[in-house]
């Protein structure tokens, strides 16, 4: 399994990047897609994550700027996680991780699996 993240960039404070996710691989089940952040010197915090149910768990810092979402159509059914970010201010900026829950087939162990990470950096 392969998380593969995208759409970290450069942008001004008050600028809105999407991130996206994609898991890739052979998998029965994903229950849990999420984003991590992590700031140099600083350890990695949850941003936002959403089950495969659609409940959400946003950190109070994402809550009213960001949003979590999962594609629910096509062969990436379930499988693609987006993070738009409105309002992005210069303490947002760090590493952007993606991770995912995942069972491999029917009576698998959950296996927990991280992307590599994309960059988004905030300037004033």
């Known amino acids: 399994v392969q998380l593969q993240a995208s759409g970290g960039g450069l942008v001004q404070a008050g600028g809105s990047l999407r991130l996206s996710c994609v898991a890739s691989?052979?998998?029965?089940?994903?229950?849990?897609m999420g984003w991590y952040r992590q700031a140099p010197g600083k350890q990695r915090e949850l941003v936002a994550a959403?089950?495969?149910?659609?409940?959400?768990?946003?950190?109070?810092s994402a809550k009213g700027r960001f949003t979590i979402s999962r594609d629910n159509s096509g062969d990436k059914a379930k499988r693609t996680a987006y993070l738009e970010m409105n309002n992005l201010k210069l303490e947002d900026t760090a590493v952007y991780y993606c991770?995912?829950?995942?069972?491999?087939?029917?009576?698998?162990?959950?296996?927990?699996?991280w992307g590599q990470g994309t960059q988004v950096t905030v300037s004033s």
């Open positions: 991770d995912a829950t995942v069972k491999l087939t029917v009576g698998s162990e959950w296996y927990h699996y």
């Open positions: 691989g052979s998998m029965y089940f994903i229950s849990v």
């Open positions: 959403m089950s495969n149910d659609g409940h959400t768990n946003y950190a109070d």
